[in-house]
């Protein structure tokens, strides 16, 4: 097992996480912080995010009350005076060449994130937690490059972790933990994690020198992108080979990282103190407005299902994982569906379908009621477990595709007839108040069935299957 194995090679991976906040304007200025579709590069902008001479920045507080609700999550020290600092480098994605950001003094320090591996617990500390504003975007395109300044000033909330990871394996469920705080803190926008966690993950091997791989999008091109640092830092050393302190860039489509530079020191950056803004002064009347509005959190929430519904530890991961199918399955137990049924369901063929169409429960117009109208019809024996997936899996697509997806559109679209026990009804009824035509039929006019069927149809307001009345009309 590779996992084994990195742990006998004494491995320590840390990971520096950037949070795009979903704030309404920039972090400095009043620039809107929302990003259309295919909205025009460069119109979001305005002299104080593009770095004007003479222009001065002015704080967003919202910034700074997010980053107050993540140090409480992490259990940190909220420092009551923090401070700004300019982060000098020469690139044109910050056109007034530096970067504000926190260095000296971060907003909060020394807290911890708890992962569960299989049966254990492991405590993960987070060294910081800073704000800091988004740098330009930018485009290259064959011959020409260019810079896209929408993003540039956005802001963001960088989580540094000390390298307490042992494999690549833990990282991936400290960062799926921190999207599932994100979503319970309401974080996030669109629901995209790619777009919303950007990290800087470094590892070392023992005997070896610490290789930084940056900007890697997402959570599983982290654990790709760690796994194929191992192996290569492994085999250099096999070979006597001691691995460079260096910067590599990771490159998704190849799945190799690629050296960028030798890993610049802390003071290249030359950081000084941002004359242009005050200190942040936190004091505890707003840190405890903060704790106020906090939702129930992940663990809180798994702790409540075990002990109100009585699940099992498996069910209760998967269902707090994602606020909104928590929200969804105890909807349903309020509507009187057992609470077996509800989780199995909700941690099971709807996750599924959410995962395989690679989406969300909150992302789709898919009103709670309908899954609800669905499920009681299985409980009813209307359906078989089989049709009632199906019926969940049309229904998750066609929202995906931004059509009607309710319980009764969809029944009627793909033909789930409701149930068995109606369509023989609804034939019975038919019969009975056409004897002369179905005698007919008996008596080999096979036009006789076509009529059948359709009066059946219109009893059972085309929900039945034809070929399924057919041969019930067949073998009666
Ligand atoms: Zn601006």
Redesign the pocket.
């Known amino acids: 097992m590779i996992e084994d194995e990195m742990i006998s090679k004494g491995v320590k991976i840390g990971l520096e996480t950037h949070i795009s906040l979903p704030t309404n304007s920039?972090l400095f200025?009043?620039?809107s912080n929302i990003a259309k579709e295919q909205e025009e590069p460069n119109t979001r902008?305005?002299p104080?995010?593009m770095g004007h001479p003479g222009t001065k920045p002015h704080l967003n507080r919202n910034a700074v009350d997010i980053a107050i609700k993540m140090a409480l999550v992490f259990n940190c020290k909220i420092l009551q005076n923090s401070f700004f600092s300019r982060k000098t480098y020469f690139y044109p994605d910050m056109s007034k060449n530096f970067q504000i950001t926190q260095y000296e003094i971060p907003l909060c320090e020394k807290g911890k994130a708890v992962i569960k591996t299989g049966e254990k617990s492991k405590e993960i500390k987070i060294r910081r937690i800073h704000i800091e504003e988004d740098p330009a975007k930018i485009v290259y395109q064959k011959e020409s490059t260019y810079l896209d300044y929408n993003r540039c000033?956005s802001p963001l909330i960088e989580v540094v972790t000390e390298p307490d990871f042992a494999t690549p394996k833990e990282a991936r469920i400290y960062l799926q933990n921190l999207m599932a705080l994100l979503e319970y803190l309401g974080l996030l926008r669109g629901g995209d994690e790619t777009t919303t966690i950007k990290s800087d993950a470094n590892i070392s091997l023992a005997g070896g020198n610490r290789v930084e791989v940056k900007n890697i999008g997402g959570i599983r091109e982290v654990e790709k992108a760690l796994k194929y640092e191992f192996l290569r830092q492994k085999n250099m050393l096999a070979k006597s080979i001691i691995p460079a302190r260096e910067t590599r860039g990771w490159m998704d489509k190849l799945g190799i990282s690629k050296s960028m530079r030798s890993k610049e020191f802390e003071e290249d950056y030359g950081y000084i103190f941002e004359p242009d803004l005050p200190y942040i002064c936190i004091d505890n009347k707003q840190i405890e407005a903060q704790r106020n509005i906090l939702p129930e959190l992940p663990e809180e929430k798994a702790k409540r299902f075990r002990k109100q519904y009585g699940l099992n530890e498996k069910t209760v991961e998967r269902l707090v994982r994602y606020r909104d199918l928590a929200d969804l399955f105890e909807y349903l137990c309020e509507r009187k569906i057992d609470a077996g049924v509800a989780s199995s369901w909700t941690a099971g063929p709807i996750l599924k379908t959410l995962n395989w169409n690679n989406t969300r429960f909150s992302l789709l117009s898919i009103d709670k009621k309908e899954i609800y109208i669905c499920l009681n019809n299985y409980i009813n024996k209307k359906h078989s477990d089989f049709i009632c997936e199906k019926i969940i899996q049309k229904m998750v697509e066609e929202a995906k595709n931004k059509r009607t997806a309710s319980y009764d559109t969809i029944v009627k679209k793909y033909r789930f007839f409701s149930s068995l026990i109606d369509v023989d009804a609804a034939i019975k009824e038919v019969i009975s108040k056409n004897k002369k035509i179905f005698d007919e039929y008996r008596g080999g006019k096979e036009k006789a069935l076509n009529f059948l069927v359709g009066m059946v149809m219109k009893e059972t307001k085309g929900a039945a299957n034809p070929q399924e009345i057919k041969e019930k009309i067949n073998r009666l």
Request: with cysteine.
């Open positions: 920039k200025c009043p620039c902008v305005c104080v995010c000033g």
